[in-house]
């Protein structure tokens, strides 16, 4: 007798295969019946009360998943999350890049973790497929602070329109997490605001 049913299949395969235990149980599972189907490699446990099915393939997503299934603070950012946006010059980083509370001591084997004491529900997307993510612009904000170029543009332009209204709240944030950079000395994003956005989004020459 198949203890999950075609529904419950349904919703594990649009989460790229991975399932918490307190989805089984809303499923109607028991921990005896979880523990059956951990014996019998219809699940393998990933971390505590993480599972992914064995029917499932391994791709880059399920990945994803499987890092926002570790807790409910856990959000795609940085490079993964700027890839995911279709973000361009984000270099050869192939790892996975998650950004937890500050607070938190979430550790998750093969994750680069990053600690925000800054971030707010707006900042976080929830994909239908269980996948959280940082918002465009909270990932623009995570990237400029580690590229000096791009972290000055988004001083000098201050106010100005990025992004089509983005800026405000990375403004905001990025007077006080970047206060050597000095924001009176003109660059082309002064006169150009259009100019991070081009950074990220065009192709690179051949």
Known sequence: M?????????????RHG???????????????????LVDTGQL?????????????????????????????WVA????????MSGLRRLGRDRRIH?????RSHIRIPGVVIHRSHLIL??????RDDGIR???????????ATGIPRVAACLMRTRRRVIMGGLASRIWAIAVEAMPNVDPARPR?????PGHVRRIWTRRPRR
């Open 133 to 143: 993510v940082t918002s465009i612009e909270r990932t623009i904000f995570d990237l």
């Open 76 to 83: 795609i950012s940085h490079q993964s999350a700027g890839k």
């Open 121 to 126: 529900a707006a900042d976080i997307v929830e």
């Open 188 to 192: 082309r994003c002064d006169r150009d």
């Open 18 to 36: 991975v399932v918490t235990s307190r989805q089984l149980i809303s499923f109607g599972l028991s921990d005896t019946q979880i523990g059956h």
């Open 2 to 14: 198949a203890l999950l049913s075609p529904s419950a299949l349904r919703v594990i395969s649009q």
């Open 98 to 102: 998650a950004t937890i509370p500050g």
């Open 44 to 72: 393998f446990r990933e971390r505590h009360s993480v599972f992914r099915h064995a029917a499932a393939p391994g791709t880059h997503d399920q990945r994803l998943a499987l890092a926002c299934a570790a807790s409910l």
